[in-house]
């Protein structure tokens, strides 16, 4: 059983809410709550997934679903990932820090995928990333606070080239209301005061939230280029284009995982062995990763002995479902069991001829 729908484990489940909670909407808040928990318990089967990304920028953005990394290679060489502070300690707290040392280092969350390249323009569409493709959800809105380059002349307090003595709280915000005229995936997010002019000279997005969105209807925003800032006309080039942001849940803000890497060149791809985290359901499609029954069985009836304040009942069930992913691990690993291997300075960074 590695992974199943809500609707699939609510038939075999359920039975396991209280009585006063049933139905699928209760038993997916109830995933909501102790799936988490269950996520950061280990690294146990189906909690790993591979993924590859270009690292050309001197960065790497995790995608949503995701924690963090744990192994990673950079052009064909594996190499170490480093904490947040790690190479500030040498550097200084100094943010456009250039450093080139090579490593995954963590460097906290974005808003975006990707960051509008500096000195760039752009407009912001939204597509949909389930066919019928030329059609967006029909409901729900989205909020974007951003900056864009036309705010140099709003005033002495407004941005100049995206840029602001009070950077940080000076800011734009446009709400995209879906309605039932709203297509894709031409669809322009920001607009200027004329519902018919798309903002072309975006240079900044500070943060992304969407609320009320269907379920089982992900979209993107994607950032489109429009040439160097201030350009009139303006220059498009579709290979410019960046990802922004994937809305996959009803209601949301968007925030990335993001990793700086040292030693990069425009050709650089990083390829990672990634730990899963647990994504909010609100759909009886959602798949929920689990590797048996007896897990989530025994998870929920921790939280329904928590809900009734009886701690040793909950202590016991919670202490099974630890005992149970270690035992299903075991199993499922078989023959491959993890060697021995001394490296000090993290993976990628091993002592030569050491085991």
Known sequence: MPAKTTNQLYQTHGQY?????????????AL????????????????????TQDASDGYVSLPQDTDSIVAGVLDNSAIPTRSLWHDYKLFGTNKDDRTDMTAFIDDGYAPTYRDLVSGSQ???????????????????SITIRYRHNADSTDGADALVGGVTPLEGVSYNEMVFTMTESSTGPTNIILQDSSPFNALTDVTQIISISWEGLPPDHPVRLIAKYQGDVGANPVVTDTTKDLKLVDLDTANGSSRYRRFRVGGTN????????????????????DLVHMP???ILKHALLGKLAEDNADIQR??????????????DTDSYRGAAKPTLHVAPGGIGAGMSGMY
Not at 314 to 327: F, M, N
């Open 266 to 285: 425009s050709t650089s791809s990083a390829h990672m062995l990634l730990k899963r985290k647990w994504v909010d359901v609100d759909s009886n499609t």
């Open 314 to 327: 909950a202590s016991y069930h919670w202490g099974l479902v630890a005992q149970l992913l270690e035992t």
């Open 32 to 51: 909501n709550e102790v799936m988490p928990r269950i996520y950061k318990m280990g690294y146990w089967r189906e909690m790993l997934v591979e993924h």
């Open 122 to 140: 752009y407009k912001v569409s939204i597509a949909s990333l389930k066919a019928n493709f030329s059609l967006i959800p029909k409901t729900g």
């Open 292 to 294: 048996a029954n007896a």
């Open 17 to 29: 809410l209280d009585a006063a909670e049933s139905g699928e909407e209760a038993f997916n808040l």
